[in-house]
Every structure is written in C-alpha cells, then in structure tokens.
C-alpha cells in the first residue's frame, strides 16, 4: 500500500508542476517582429537624424527650424519648394551641403540626412530605404 500511495503522491505532483505537457502552461505572447524593411528605413531615418545634428544643425537649427542665414527645413507645410524630386533634392545638397565644405561627405550620409529630412516632413513613403534606386521616384513637390 505504501508504494501505491508513493504512486498517487508523484502523479499529482507531476499534474500540479505541469511536468511532461500534462498541465497547460502559459507563456507570455511574443510580439511579431517588426517587418525588416521597416527596421532598416527606420534606422536610416534615426542615422539621419543623428547626422543632421553633426553637419546641418549649426545652420538649420537642431529641429531643422533654420538659423539667420540658413533656411528652415522641417515644417509643416514643408519648406522643401523647388525640388521635384528626392533625386533632384540630393543633387542639390551633395553639391552645396554643407555650407562650410560642400560636397565633403560620403553618399550615404547625404542619403541618410535627406531620409530623416523627408520623414520629419511627412514625405518619404513608410518603410522605405532611400538612396539612389528610389529617389528619382519620391515626389518632394509638384
């Protein structure tokens, strides 16, 4: 009888811990991952940011809201007026920004500054990665 009663005993711990998969157990539910077009365009946008506050905001100000002898460049509505494009605006910039010594920094930095540029206005379409393959297709004024 003792060994039947050790039985009964260990079964119920066995139910009571959950062991084996006989008692349901509860996991806390995993966010979905966010998509990694989403990821990189936000990242992009956030290396942007950072790169503006390097090389822009001495004149633009640190919220793109422009400086005495340097326009505004996030606002609402957007102050971005002349350039079609996205392509258009990067030509622009690469050859003229910054102020103190165009055209001084690599591509991508320039892409990366217009994508946080474009964000802030609400012009650069979600998840997407700017840069060269895309630019001449990312509207910036009619």
């Not at 609402?76 to 622009?92: C, E, M, N, V, W």
């Not at 102020?99 to 930095?109: E, I, R």
Request: charged share 20%; proline share 10%; hydrophobic share 45%.
């Amino acid at each position: 009888m003792s060994r039947t009663l050790f039985l009964i005993v260990a079964a119920a711990a066995v139910l009571s811990a959950g062991v084996g998969g006989l008692a349901p157990t509860r996991r806390a539910a995993a966010s979905p991952a966010p998509p990694v077009a989403l990821i990189a365009a936000t990242e992009q946008v956030q290396r942007g940011r950072d790169l503006f506050v390097m090389h822009c905001a001495k004149c633009h100000g640190d919220q793109g809201e422009g400086g005495p002898e340097a326009p505004r460049l996030i606002a609402s509505p957007h102050p971005i007026k002349g350039y079609r494009t996205a392509q258009a605006l990067f030509d622009f910039v690469r050859m003229d920004m910054p102020f103190d010594a165009p055209g001084s920094l690599m591509p991508q930095v320039y892409w990366d500054i217009l994508a946080y540029i474009l964000d802030a206005n609400k012009i650069l379409p979600p998840d997407t990665n700017l840069g060269p393959e895309n630019a001449a297709n990312i509207k910036v004024s009619d």
